[in-house]
C-alpha cells in the first residue's frame, strides 16, 4: 500500500486531537447559548437576568467540558504510557480499569494482553540467550562471529584460549587485526593451520551464516584435530612397524644365527691367517647389523608399549631434584617458584624429564656450542594459569631444524634412537599436556624445553 506524504505546512498547522475535542464539545453549547438567548429575548426577559443565566449555562457546559475530557484523555494517556513503556522494554505498567463490552476497557485489556505476552517472550528470549552463553562457554570449541564488515562480534571462553584474546579487547576489532584473517578466508568443512612448528593447531571449520538485527553474520565453530590426527599417524606408524618388525625378526633370526655357527666353524678351517680374518670381520659386521635392527625395534616397541598412567600427588621441585641428580655428565640446576603439587604418574614424567635433560647435556655437549661459560642445564618451573610449565634450558648450539624433532627415529646424535622427545612427547600428551621445544631468546644461546602440565588430575 502505498503511503502519501502530508505537506508539512498543513501537518504542522493541523490541531492537536485534545483541542479538535475540546472544540467539538464547545461548539453545541454555543448553540445552546445561542438558543437559550433567542427564547430570553422572546419573552422579554431583563436583561441582567438573561446575562446570569447565559452565564450560568456557560459555566455549567464548561464544567461538563472538562470532565468529558477527563474521562477521555486520560484513560488514552494511559495507554499511551503503556505502550511507551513496552517500546523501552519495561513490562511493569499495566492500563487500570478495564472492562469487556467497553470500547475503552477493551482496548485497555487487549493492550495489557498485549504487555504480559511480550514480557513471555522477553523472558523466554533472555533465559534462552542464558542458556547460549552458558553452552558456549562450556564448549570446548572455539566459537567466533564476524560481522560483514570482518569484525568479532562473538566470541566464547575456548576461543578466548585458543587465540590469546580477551572478550572485552577483542570484540569489534577486525579479523585482520587479530590475526585471524585467514579464517574468513576458509570454506566450510576445511581443515586450517593455524600458528607454525611445534605451535601450529590444525581446526575443522564449520562455516553458516545467521542474522543479527537484520545483519547477516558468519558464524565459525572450530574443532581440534592435532590431537586426533597426531594419533592416527601415530597408529599408522605402529602398524607399519609391527609389519616391518615381523618380516625383520623372520630375517634376522637365522641371519644371526648362522654368523654365530660360521664363526664357530672358522677355527676348523684351513684357510690362510689373513682370509680366515677378513672372513671372521665380515661376520663380525652382519652380527652387529644383525643385533642393532634388534635393538631398533626393541626401542619402537618400548615407545608403542607405553601404559595408561596411574595418576598420584607429585611435589614438581622434588620431581626435578631427582631427575638432576642423575645427569652427572654436566651441572644442573634447579631453580622454580613455590612448590606446585601436581595429579600425575611420576614414574612416567620422571622419563619424560631425564629424556628432556639428556638432550640438554648432549646439546650443551655438543663440539658446536656456541654458548658461553661451562656446558651447564637449567630447571625451572612455574605456573600460568591452571597449568605448570616446566623448563629445560641449555647453552648448546640451539634448534637447527626443529620440524623433525618428534619425528620417530630420526636423530643427528650419534647413536642415538630418536624416541626420546617423541617419548616424551607421547607421556605429557597421556597426561593431558604438551611438549615444545624453541630457541632461547634474550641474547641466551642454547635450546628451550617446556613440559606444559595440568595441575589438576
Known sequence: MRRTRMPLGRSARRLSFEKRLRLWLYLPGLLLLLLCWLQLRQHSVETLLQIIVLLGLTLGWAFAVSVLMEQIIRPLQTLANVVAALREDDFSFRARGGRRNDAMGDLALEINRLAGMLQAQRAGALEAMALVERVMDSMQSPVLAFDPEGRLKLLNAAGENAFRLQVQIALGHTAAELNLAQLLEVADEDVMSLGSGQQSVRWVVKRTGFRLRGIPH????????????????????????????????????????????????????????????????????????????????????????????????????????????????????????????????????????????????????????????????????????????????????????????????????????????????????????????????????????????????
Open 218 to 457: 558468519t558464524l565459525f565453530v572450530l574443532s581440534d584435530v592435532s590431537a586426533a590426527l597426531r594419533e592416527e599417524e601415530r597408529l599408522a606408524w605402529e602398524r607399519l612397524i609391527r609389519v616391518l618388525g615381523h618380516e625383520i625378526n623372520n630375517s634376522l633370526t637365522p641371519i644371526k644365527s648362522i654368523a654365530g655357527s660360521l664363526r664357530g666353524r672358522i677355527a676348523t678351517l684351513n684357510n690362510a691367517p689373513g682370509e680366515s680374518a677378513d672372513f671372521e670381520r665380515g661376520l663380525e659386521v652382519i652380527e652387529n647389523r644383525a643385533e642393532s635392527l634388534n635393538r631398533f625395534l626393541q626401542a619402537y616397541r618400548q615407545l608403542m608399549g607405553l601404559p595408561a598412567p596411574r595418576l598420584a600427588s607429585v611435589s614438581v621441585a622434588a620431581l626435578a631434584q631427582r631427575v638432576a641428580l642423575l645427569e652427572r655428565r654436566v651441572v644442573v640446576t634447579v631453580e622454580g617458584a613455590a612448590d606446585v603439587v601436581v595429579q600425575v604418574d611420576a614414574d612416567h614424567i620422571e622419563q619424560a624429564l631425564i629424556n628432556l635433560v639428556r638432550n640438554a647435556a648432549d646439546a650443551a655437549l655438543s663440539p658446536d656450542e656456541i654458548g658461553e661459560g661451562e656446558p651447564h642445564v637449567e630447571i625451572v618451573w612455574g605456573t600460568a594459569g591452571s597449568e605448570v610449565i616446566i623448563e629445560v634450558l641449555d647453552n648448546g648450539p640451539g634448534l637447527t631444524n626443529p620440524n623433525n624433532l618428534f619425528v620417530p627415529f630420526y636423530t643427528t646424535k650419534p647413536g642415538g634412537t630418536g624416541i626420546g622427545l617423541v617419548l616424551a612427547q607421547q607421556i605429557a600428551q597421556a597426561h593431558r599436556g604438551s611438549v615444545q621445544l624453541a630457541n632461547r631468546r634474550g641474547g641466551h644461546g642454547g635450546c628451550r624445553a617446556e613440559l606444559r602440565l595440568p595441575i589438576a588430575g
